[in-house]
């Protein structure tokens, strides 16, 4: 009779809630957790592939240090003293030779960053960041200069939206469980969805309506329809007169943006844009014009995200049932809030952070982040300092930011790279060190708080044993501590410890987990009073559209829109993005998903291959103005003709992933590093390609 296991999915970022089937300390069936709503037992291919996860030879099995040149491949194998006694070592020599902030500590955020931000916060280091700012960094710095709450502070009710526009954000691919469901749900009952993308994708095809974009015109596509919905008087105007600061600013910064201006810079016609304003109004305020998930697109990016959002407190729909929600935490269930370890009182750190973020070159950008597209730049430069020691926690710079050879060269500078990971990424095989970390079916970790409409909390169990030498990231960081005789801020000795710690004020036992997964902590739906209740961070306590954040750092509210360039002479814009089979870049060596998808293509128009001699299916070139790479051709009606598309994550080097090595072209190889200085994310679709055919 097999055992259920109620835990944690980390097959990718979304963490959905799953019951794992263990029989004999074997995962024999994993599915989502049948007691969540909006889950209702379902699982993405993604999460079924943890079964080859669990078991594949092919990812790291004991501790290993270099013994060759890096990324050639020559290893010792070594125990977990050897291993630890060695990274702490270095660290020791480096920091009394170059300073604490000489280390810097990259990671995905995961439920234990609490635990690494510790970590460096003890050893008097300044340089943690996340793989959030390469991501959405733009997204955040934009919801924190109109509302005062960072974009993960914000969710949205699909469940009863009746109105929802997206703008590349391809949601059918993003397969999280409980947001699609929801949304399908709303469509079965008459919402409508209106997508937006010079690119046809599965979320495309679902759509009510969909407007092929001419890429990088977006933003000029709201103002557009800013000026519509100001004009017509189609917004919610006792919403805006109580909540909104700046609306006379907004209404003559629009003026000049007229659906036909606009007509002719993205190509999607006045009229539709019309109708789209009228009827999101008509719908209001169960309207959601959705913000977006990745926000790294272009340098004006942080503009784009305002727009949206914007176009959201006209409708009158945040902490609107159907529209945008600020998520609610244990305090607003009337809890106490869940603890950290680095809420700790720690050494006074004087030096700045490496990569410019809350200072200096990105003013206003989100430092709990950080901004690591800067980390080659900080390296070769030694600006403001030396950095002289990597630690990856799962985090891939050489296929993550772009520029990926400069990222190579920089890294050769370092003293030390560890790596702390599941697979043998093209960090892990180019470390000094690899620190093996057990899959998320092989441990456990901190609980993980769900604030929202309802908020609750879930918990990721170990499921079985480690298949190889592998230890969770939290008990690596302790005994790496002690090493380094900071013990002290790790007073745990198991995951129990940890969990007794973060529920101390919460009135909530680790048993109240045990008959379902997770422990509600209200049945109340947590909205705010639209009249007198709404609570926005801001200093003069209103959405503000002459943003206090933006303008005290010189920075304009409403700078004028630069016109995009149209491509020529067989220019195209690189557009990246991602598919429903991949997680980012780690899972294309999983022995199911690399089956279902197993390298990432080229989508060209039809008539830009024909004028270019390219057929479907054939190998071609890109030449970025940084490097060339090759891949077979799609060739489609269903992309923009001035724009190409890649999948992320391909292109891998490392030869004993043997599913995925040398299959597909590397994004982050082609694109150039170039930033949103206001916002603080790259632009990851800014980068020209010339496309040619492999004769």
């Not at 909006?38 to 669990?54: V, Y």
């Not at 092919?58 to 290993?64: A, I």
């Not at 969909?210 to 977006?218: A, E, N, S, V």
């Not at 176009?311 to 269930?333: H, R, T």
Request: aromatic letters at 8%.
């Amino acid at each position: 009779m097999a055992n259920e296991v109620y835990s944690i999915c980390f097959m990718c970022t979304v963490r959905c809630p799953i019951r794992v089937l263990v029989e004999n300390d074997d995962v024999k069936w994993i599915e989502g957790n049948p007691h969540v709503p909006g889950i209702d037992g379902a699982l993405c291919a993604k999460g079924s592939a943890g079964l080859a996860l669990l078991h594949d030879d092919q990812r790291p099995q004991h501790p290993m240090i270099r013994t060759g040149d890096r990324g050639a491949g020559e290893w010792k194998k070594a125990t977990w003293n050897e291993a630890l006694d060695y990274v702490a070592a270095k660290l020791k020599e480096i920091i009394k030779a170059h300073g604490a902030q000489s280390v810097v500590f990259g990671e995905r955020t995961n439920l234990n960053t609490h635990i690494s931000k510790t970590f460096m916060k003890a050893i008097g280091s300044p340089n943690h960041f996340t793989h959030d700012a390469l991501c959405k960094g733009s997204l955040n710095t934009a919801f924190r200069s109109l509302t005062g709450f960072t974009d993960a502070q914000v969710g949205v009710d699909y469940a009863n939206t009746k109105y929802i526009v997206m703008y590349g954000r391809n949601i059918f691919e993003a397969l999280e469980i409980k947001p699609i469901n929801n949304l399908l749900n709303a469509m079965e009952k008459g919402a409508k969805l209106i997508y937006i993308d010079p690119r046809i994708s599965i979320t495309a095809t679902k759509a009510d309506r969909y407007l092929m974009i001419r890429p990088g015109t977006d933003l000029a596509f709201n103002y557009a329809l800013i000026h519509t919905i100001l004009k017509e008087k189609l917004h919610d105007a006792p919403y805006v007169r109580r909540w909104v600061k700046g609306l006379k600013e907004l209404q003559a910064f629009v003026e000049p943006y007229t659906p036909e201006w606009a007509e002719a810079e993205t190509g999607i016609p006045a009229h539709e844009i019309v109708t789209l304003a009228r009827e999101a109004a008509a719908a209001k305020p169960a309207v959601v014009f959705h913000y977006g998930y990745r926000s790294a697109h272009h340098p004006n990016e942080i503009h784009l995200r305002r727009s949206l959002i914007i176009l959201n407190a006209l409708m009158g729909s945040i902490e609107a049932k159907g529209g945008l929600f600020f998520k609610k935490g244990p305090k607003a269930a009337g809890r106490g809030d869940i603890r950290k370890y680095v809420e700790q009182e720690f050494p006074k750190i004087k030096a700045p952070r490496f990569d410019g973020s809350g200072h200096e070159q990105f003013p206003i950008a989100d430092a709990s982040h950080g901004n690591p597209q800067m980390l080659a730049h900080a390296i070769l430069n030694e600006d403001p300092y030396p950095i002289k020691a990597l630690i990856a926690n799962r985090f891939e710079p050489l296929q993550s930011i772009p520029a990926a050879a400069t990222t190579r060269k920089a890294l050769d500078k370092l003293d030390l790279i560890v790596a702390i990971d599941i697979n043998f990424s093209e960090i892990a095989w180019y470390a000094d060190v690899i620190l093996p970390e057990s899959i998320y079916l092989e441990r456990a970790d901190s609980l993980q708080l769900i604030s929202g409409l309802k908020p609750q909390l879930y918990r990721r169990q170990q499921a079985v044993s480690p298949r190889y030498d592998t230890r969770p990231a939290w008990l690596i960081l302790k005994q790496l501590a002690q090493r380094l005789d900071l013990g002290k801020y790790f007073p745990y000795e198991t995951i129990e410890d940890i969990w007794n710690f973060q529920l101390q004020d919460m009135g909530v036992a680790i048993e109240d987990f045990d008959a379902k997964g997770f422990v509600a902590l209200t049945d109340q739906t947590l909205l705010w009073d639209r009249e007198k209740g709404i609570k926005f961070k801001t200093p003069s306590g209103k959405f503000e559209l002459v943003s206090a954040l933006m303008e005290s750092a010189g920075f304009p509210s409403f700078p004028p829109y630069t016109p995009v360039p149209r491509s020529g002479n067989g220019d195209f814009r690189l557009m990246v993005g991602r598919s429903a089979v991949h997680t980012h870049l780690s899972t294309q060596n999983n022995l199911y998903l690399s089956e279902l998808t197993p390298e990432n293509v080229l989508w060209i128009n039809t008539g830009a291959a024909s004028r270019l001699g390219i057929k479907d299916g054939q190998t071609v070139e890109v030449v970025s103005p940084i490097a060339t790479a090759r891949i077979k051709a799609k060739v489609t009606d269903f992309i923009h003709p001035e724009a190409v598309f890649m999948l992320h994550g391909f292109g891998k080097t490392v030869p004993v992933q043997t599913r995925c090595y040398l299959k597909g072209a590397s994004d982050a190889l082609l694109q150039e590093n170039i930033s949103d200085r206001v916002g603080g994310s790259p632009a990851l679709d800014e980068t020209m390609v010339q496309v040619r055919p492999v004769r």
